[in-house]
């Protein structure tokens, strides 16, 4: 088992060689603390979120659910609930929602991949870490679209073929630009709150009504 951190080392660990039973084991005996967790065909990172990581994953979170109210599109949002497809992949994402299989997920307190539909969108934010290696294990879970932010820009990845191609629009919100959620997401640092979430609403009636 190899260790080797990431800058900033006190956020992430990556670890080489990590069996499916030590990961399951690590997921119940960190299940109280506030790390995630992501598996890779034995390769494990460990991350300790930062405040900057949180703030934009909170921020694109209400955006997604502020775009579905808007649109009266029924969502699920489970947040960072762990996937696993057993002895290949597993993951928590940052923020995840359903929207085309609700009835299939909603009121389960645990979920089996081999039986229950994936996520139909995650939120990776990668302020501090890349999500490259975690988009092999979303196509695995197979989640069918991956919103990615790296502090300057949001891209969209859709599934297809079993790997993920970028997309300038979203299939969940085709008519929703994706450059004006950047714009918005730029604004974290710096808006308050509900005060950009209420700007954002705005914007997204006005996107509707063209």
Known sequence: MVATPLAPPT???????????TYETLLQELSDRRLRLTY??????????SPEHERFKKVTGRFVETIAEEL????????SATFKRPKLSGAEPDECFYFRNIDAVRGKKRLDLNNDPAPDLAIEIDVTSSSKNRLQVYADLGVAEVWIYDGESLSIQQLQNNAYVSSPTSQL????????ITGFLQQ???E???????AFRTWVRSQIGK
């Open 11 to 21: 956020e992430i660990i990556h670890l080489s060689g990590i069996s499916w039973q």
């Open 40 to 49: 890779n065909r034995g390769t494990l990172e460990i991350m300790a979120p």
């Open 72 to 79: 009266d599109i029924r969502i699920e949002p489970l947040g």
């Open 173 to 180: 919100f085709p008519n929703i630009p994706i450059s004006g």
């Open 188 to 190: 974290a640092t710096t």
């Open 192 to 198: 308050d709150y509900l005060t950009l979430v209420k």
